[in-house]
Structure formats: C-alpha cells, structure tokens
C-alpha cells in the first residue's frame, strides 16, 4: 500500500504542475454551469419572467367580466403577468404585433348572450410571433375557460331537456350564473418548494456539469499507466520491489483524489457563486463519493483495452460526452419521457441528479442510498471488466 501511495502522491505533484487539471477539473464546468444558469434560471423561476397581455372586452356581459375579472385578474394579482385592458380589436392586435403584449384576447360582442342560448362563439387569442411559448399560454388560459363555460352550458341545457321545458334565456342566465359561483371542487395547489424533488437551474446545470466534467477529470490519473509505458517508465517500475497491483492502485488513488477535489470545490463554488442548492451535506458527499468511484471505473475500463494514451483519451472523452448526453446533463429527459428516459437510468449522471432530487426535497443521506448505491454499481461492473485487460496495461 504504501508504493501505491508514493506513486499516486508523485502523480498528483505532477498534475498540480500540470494546469489542464485545473482546467478541466474547475475553470470549465464552472463556467459551463454560470453560462446555462444564467441563460435558463429565468425560464425555470415564473418570478423571473417579463410577460404582458392585452384583452380587448368588446361585449361587457357577465361571461367576458368572468373571464377578466376572474381568470385575468388573479393572474394579475399574483404579479405572475401584466394584464392590460384596451378599448378595441384593432388596438389589441396592434399590441401583439408590435411586442408591446405577448399575447392579447379579443372577447366579441355577443359573446354572454351566445354563451347563454348555447351557441357557438370564439374567445379569440393573437399571438406575438416572437413570444410562441407565452402565445401558448395565452392559448392554454383561453382554452380552460372555455372549457368551463362549455361544461357549465351542457349542464344548464341538459337539466332543461331532463324537465322538458324550452330553455328561458333569463333562466338560463341565472343558473349559469348560480353555477359559475360554486367552488371547483378540484383545484391544483401550490407545492412546497421542499417537497418537490425538482432542482432549481442554478443547482441542475452546476451538478450537471460538475459530474460531466468529472469523468474528464478522472482520466488524469488511469491514463498515466499508458504515458508510463509509451514514455519507457514502465518498465522501470516494473524493475522495482513492488507488486504489480501497487503500480495500478497508485493510479486509481490519483484518479479519485482528483474527481473528489475537483467535485468539492465546484460544490462550495457554485453554492456560494451561484447560489446551488445541493441539499443535505451527508447525502451529497455520499452521492460525490459513487459518482468518483463509477466514473473512475467505467474511465478504467476504457483505458484497459487502448492501445495507446491518445486513443485511450479520445475514447474517454466521447464515452463521457455520450453519457452525459443520455444522462440528461444537458436538459431534463424527464420532458421527453418515453423510452428515452427510461434509457437514461442506464448512466450514472441520470442517478446522480436523481439522488439529487431526494435530497432537494428535504432527504437526508437515507433518501440518497438508492441513487448512490445505484452509481456504485456502474462502478463495481466496470472495474471488474477492466480488470481483465488491467494485465495489458502493467507491461514495458
């Protein structure tokens, strides 16, 4: 153990001289994770958005009032958009064109007294060609009131048809109006933001792009078993009074002891720098500790069968790239579900932001004990394959 030591403490002395460690291992995946916080963190907090709508009530009955008062105005008074009223369609329109509103709503005249005999009308919503997402949420907004208004007048003119009787307009306007009073009893409620297993930008793009780059980092050290062959030094090693298994030990120690600096100062970095939350301290270590290890295997058991340092890093990095990508670093695969989310569990990045999930959400280090045991076991497989080829690597 102690030649393993020596040999890993001699290759770290020569990475510290070496600035590229600190380069891929600090400099990049803090910028990377500044860079995608700072571009998505205003999407992902609705605190952050500028959004603004224009409505142009141009009937002024009780089922346009519904839709301003009720819908638009809470909106409003949650500080969540800007509402504003204009007198026509015209000016409405104007506004949306121009990127003055988002999106804007033109109620028609006619529009209560349609919805009180049943028939059809349109709620029409003009969007801003350079705001789609916002114009669609104008669209879903519209779309759920008009949902209601039709759910309420199938019921009113169902109960008419089960009497027998033809619909009075007066009558029909006064049960519609008793039914859009009743509470809904249904309603979606607001939830803590510590009971929900989402991560915030700021701490998604910094732990993905920490355990990104932490594979990059790792190779550092497996791969100074092929520069000690390519370069001679193998064999002087060889020649010395120490096991084999010391030579390797002493490069998987470098390996490790780098991934787990470099995975703690971009912690404490993009904690205090860019406000990350990771979450429980002890859970978080356990996960940084899997997270070393399985990348320390699955860099080792690429190395095992390269025939060189040059092939041997090129492989590695397109390897962690790949993983990366399918873990979803990058962007939530949960969004686009189906099988590729499902093929994300097969990388330990995916489990690795999972277990960050449980501890966002107020878990201790027993909520991380799946996700980490889960990474380890990329791990274990991957060094017992390397394991094979291990004997290629110790040679002159």
Do not use: C
């Not at 519609?176 to 930008?201: N, R, W, Y």
């Amino acid at each position: 153990m102690g030649a393993a030591l020596r040999i890993a403490a001699k290759d770290l002395r020569q990475r510290l001289r070496d600035r590229s460690v600190f380069l891929w291992g600090i400099v990049a995946p803090l910028g990377l994770a500044a860079i995608f916080s700072l571009l998505f963190a205003g999407v992902s907090d609705t605190s952050e958005l500028d959004v603004s709508y224009a409505v142009a009530d141009l009937d002024g009955g009780p089922s346009a009032r519904a839709f301003v008062d009720d819908v638009l105005g809470p909106i409003e008074e949650q500080g969540l958009f800007d509402v504003r009223e204009v007198g026509t369609a015209a000016e409405a329109e104007d506004l949306a064109a121009g990127g003055s509103v988002d999106a804007a709503f033109v109620i028609p005249r006619g529009f209560s007294a349609a919805v009180e005999r049943g028939e059809d009308i349109a709620l029409e919503v003009i969007g801003n060609v350079d705001s789609p997402t916002m114009a669609q949420v104008a669209e879903a907004i519209a779309g759920q009131f008009a949902g209601e208004i039709n759910a309420v007048g199938t019921a009113v003119f169902t109960l008419f048809a089960v009497r027998g009787e033809a619909p009075d307009p007066q009558a029909v306007g006064e049960l519609i109006d008793e039914v859009m009073e009743i509470p809904t009893p249904v309603a979606i409620a607001e939830t803590d933001e510590e009971a929900s297993k989402q991560l915030s930008a700021e701490t998604f793009y910094s732990a993905g792009m920490a355990v990104l780059f932490l594979f990059l980092t790792v190779q550092f050290g497996i791969l100074g078993l092929l520069e000690e062959r390519n370069n001679s030094t193998m064999a002087r090693l060889l020649a010395a009074p120490i096991p084999r298994w010391s030579i390797i030990g002493g490069k998987a120690i470098t390996s490790f002891v780098i991934g787990v600096a470099s995975m703690t100062v971009l912690v404490v970095g993009t904690t205090l720098l860019l406000g990350a939350e990771w979450g429980n301290s002890w859970g978080v270590g356990l996960l940084v500790l899997a997270a070393v290890f399985s990348a320390l295997g699955i860099m080792f058991v690429l190395a095992a069968f390269a025939k060189t340092a040059e092939q041997a890093g090129n492989l590695q990095s397109i390897v962690a790239f790949l993983l990366a990508m399918l873990g979803g670093t990058f962007f939530p695969l949960a969004q686009a579900g189906g099988w590729l989310e499902n093929v994300s569990l097969l990388t330990p990045h995916a489990w690795f932001l999972r277990g960050l999930g449980d501890l966002a959400a107020g878990g201790t280090v027993v909520e991380a004990l799946p996700a980490a045991g889960a990474i380890a076991l990329f791990g274990l497989v991957t060094l017992a394959l390397g394991s094979l080829g291990a004997r290629r690597m110790v040679r002159p």
